[in-house]
């Protein structure tokens, strides 16, 4: 794990990657792995491991053994199925998502370079010609 937030990385498929987005839905993976496919890098997907199960908290014991004995309490209904989600990291260790953007770095699939709206899928076309700072 990096010291920081700006540089993750992690071992995904038993390849140490710089992690680009986690909890990704699989739309999402594949505009990412399209668009970093195009700039030449080399995309790692792995599926997002499951969370770790909550223990119920104790059931507290009775006040009074003698007297009667309470009945237990309903079984909890199983958490709801959560969505498929993925990891996308790249093999280059180096990459950082925020440095890519904010450095023009990433070019769309016509010449564009890659605006945060973009990036987020706001906006379907890179309009590079308005700097982040002054859009509304």
Not at 21 to 48: C, G, I, Q
Not at 115 to 133: S, V
Request: hydrophobic content about 35%; aromatic content about 8%; some cysteine.
């Amino acid at each position: 794990m990096a010291i920081n937030q700006n540089h993750l990385f992690e071992e995904l498929n038993g390849i140490k990657c710089g992690i680009v987005e986690k909890m990704v839905r699989p739309d999402r993976v594949e505009f990412l792995k399209e668009l970093l496919t195009l700039n030449s890098y080399s995309v790692v997907v792995a599926p997002t491991p499951p969370p770790k199960p909550v223990s119920p908290p104790p059931v507290p014991a009775p006040a009074s053994v003698d007297g009667p004995q309470a009945a237990p309490p309903p079984p909890t209904p199983p958490p709801p199925a959560l969505p498929e989600t993925f990891t996308v990291g790249v093999t280059d260790i180096t990459f950082n998502p925020i440095n890519a953007i904010f450095g023009r770095l990433l070019r769309t699939r016509d010449g564009h370079v890659v605006t945060l709206a973009y990036w987020q899928q706001k906006d379907r076309i890179a309009n590079d010609d308005i700097p982040y700072f002054n859009t509304k």
